[in-house]
């Protein structure tokens, strides 16, 4: 009596678990994307925050015009550690203020109580800022005193310095661009290669496919930011204020979020030159505005709802309250909703519109 065989179903050999793991076999034999997955951020971290770094005092630049009490005043200048001063004539003051290699020109009369005249780009807050440093220091020289003792109390802690701000943006800039760039690129590549042909004769599903392309990403994202997570630790001292749990989950949904785009825009693209242009068009405005190198605060008042739903902009004003901040989930659950608002929407818009070939 003959008996039909039928394969055992396992969990590993599901088309969604075979999917993941052919995704991370080709990553892992791709030594260019193990260096702009783990490696780039890294030297992203390293080279701003030590741009950035915390230093002494600011360092103002002075331009005394040439007058009989210029020694007299550049004299007292030097007493102040901030201030360095040279002695330049009227036009040569002009010329280096105008092109910003000085800070503020200091012209002082002949007389002894004649008036001071200070030159200074008001548009520039270090000059404005040498300009009230040096009038109190030169006011001081002449006799001036305070109305009231005032007690000054120095503090230094991590969290007010640009590496605590710029590493949640730095976080949110590499999820957009893993995302992205991990996602989409990888499936026009395929697309070109005709190997999403070969996918479609097998019995799988499309959810599947995409499904597993997602979660692949996915399962990257988490090493990639712990690492970058630790290195700033260590490196600069950066520290998470709130809990490690929410600062995971935000990634993780993060990179659920731009997987989707990266998914959706990869969806009907041909070519890498199509899917480079809109893949650099989605991201340019987020590069820009969404306050990966500086606050979105900048930005005037009528384009801030247009920022506000960038992708990019809630994750990573999620990222630096939860780290900065340690803020809980409940103040962030605005923020929490418009990242799976994205994710969920493209994610479901890709897989209407997705076309094997």
């Given amino acids: ?17 075979q999917l993941i793991l052919a995704r991370l076999r080709e990553f892992c034999r791709e ?29 103002y630049e002075v331009a005394v015009v040439s007058s009989k009490r ?45 008036e001071c005249e200070y030159s200074y780009d008001p548009s520039r807050p270090g000059s404005v800022l040498a300009r009230d440093a040096a009038d109190d220091l030169l006011q001081r020289r002449a006799g001036r005193r305070d109305a009231f003792p005032a007690t000054n109390r120095e503090v230094s802690e991590p969290g007010g ?11 949110g800039m590499g999820l957009m661009g893993g995302g ?7 499936i026009v590549d395929m697309r070109m290669r005709k190997l999403l042909k070969r996918y479609l004769a097998t019995p799988m599903r499309r959810g599947h496919f995409l499904a597993g392309i997602m979660l692949s990403r996915l399962a990257f994202t988490l090493p990639e930011v712990l ?39 990869a969806s009907r693209a041909e070519t890498l030159e199509t899917v480079s242009g809109l893949m650099n068009l989605v991201m340019l405005p987020m590069w820009i505005a969404s306050g990966i190198f500086f606050s979105v605060e900048r930005f005037p008042p009528l384009v801030q709802p247009a920022i506000q739903c960038l992708p990019l902009t809630p994750l990573i004003e999620a990222l ?27 994610f479901v818009l890709a897989l209407r519109w997705f076309r094997w070939n």
């Avoid at 009596?1 to 678990?17: F, I, K, N, W």
């Avoid at 310095?161 to 976080?171: K, Q, W």
């Avoid at 600069?236 to 929410?246: D, K, P, Q, W």
């Fill in 70 to 114: 210029a020694d007299e005043v550049r004299a007292a200048l030097a007493d102040d550690a901030r201030f360095k001063s040279r002695i330049t004539d009227q036009e040569e003051s002009r010329q280096l203020l105008r092109v910003g290699k000085v800070d503020v020109v200091i012209r002082v009369p002949d007389s002894a109580l004649g």
């Fill in 1 to 17: 009596m003959s008996q039909s065989l039928e394969p055992v179903r396992t969990p590993r050999s599901h088309p969604l678990v």
């Fill in 161 to 171: 310095r640009y590496i605590d701000f710029l590493v949640p943006g730095l976080l």
């Fill in 320 to 346: 630096r309250r939860v780290i900065l901040e340690g803020a809980g989930l409940g103040s962030i659950g605005l923020q929490l909703a418009t990242i799976v608002a994205w994710g969920t929407v493209t």
């Fill in 180 to 186: 992205m760039w991990g996602v989409g690129f990888a």
């Fill in 227 to 265: 690492v970058l997570l630790v290195c700033a630790r260590l490196w600069f001292g950066v520290e998470i204020h709130g809990s490690l749990v929410t600062t995971c989950l935000l990634i993780m949904l993060g990179a659920f979020q731009f997987a989707g785009i990266g998914l959706l825009v």
């Fill in 31 to 59: 030594p260019s994307a193990i260096f702009w997955v783990y490696v780039f951020p890294l030297i992203m971290v390293v080279t701003l925050g030590v741009a950035f770094r915390n230093q002494s005092a600011e360092k």
